[in-house]
């Protein structure tokens, strides 16, 4: 039997790959927006009145890649800007209604996308590997 790879950083760019690719796939077809997409519409609807940087810095994105990816969410319908109320230069992200039903569809395929790694991993590893993600997530390296 061979050892086990242990080029962590190879194996973590592997997983993240393969689980993305999966991820958008189902979610493009329950929802029609990809886990990208997702996620930014997650943060919208977290955050009432989240700026396109406050988004950034959710996401842990540069604001240049925010601003591609809000012009696709306003350009399919999902979010809507409108003028920031003490910032001149500053626009709030919103939630339209298409932008809601995308959430309502995704959370099924999300759980159990979810509940599938569960399965996978174990409840114990599970819950580990997301602590050590979380951690690793927000290294200072």
């Not at 886990?35 to 604001?63: I, S």
Request: a neutral charge; charged letters at 25%.
């Amino acid at each position: 039997m061979s050892e086990p790879d242990e080029r962590l950083f190879f194996l973590l760019q592997r997983a993240a790959h393969q689980l993305r690719t999966a991820a958008d796939r189902r979610c493009l077809a329950a929802a029609g927006v990809t886990t990208a997409q997702l996620g930014a519409l997650f943060a919208v609807d977290g955050e009432p009145g989240v700026t396109q940087r406050g988004l950034a810095r959710t996401l842990g994105l540069r604001e240049s890649a925010v601003t591609g990816l809000v012009a696709r969410l306003t350009g399919a319908g999902l979010i809507a800007k409108r003028a920031h109320p003490s910032e001149h230069r500053a626009v709030v992200l919103e939630l339209t209604a298409e932008g809601a039903a995308a959430l309502r569809a995704a959370r099924p395929e999300v759980d159990r996308f979810n509940e599938e790694l569960r399965a996978l991993l174990g409840e114990q590893g599970f819950s580990r590997t997301a602590a050590a993600l979380y951690q690793l997530a927000h290294w200072e390296g």
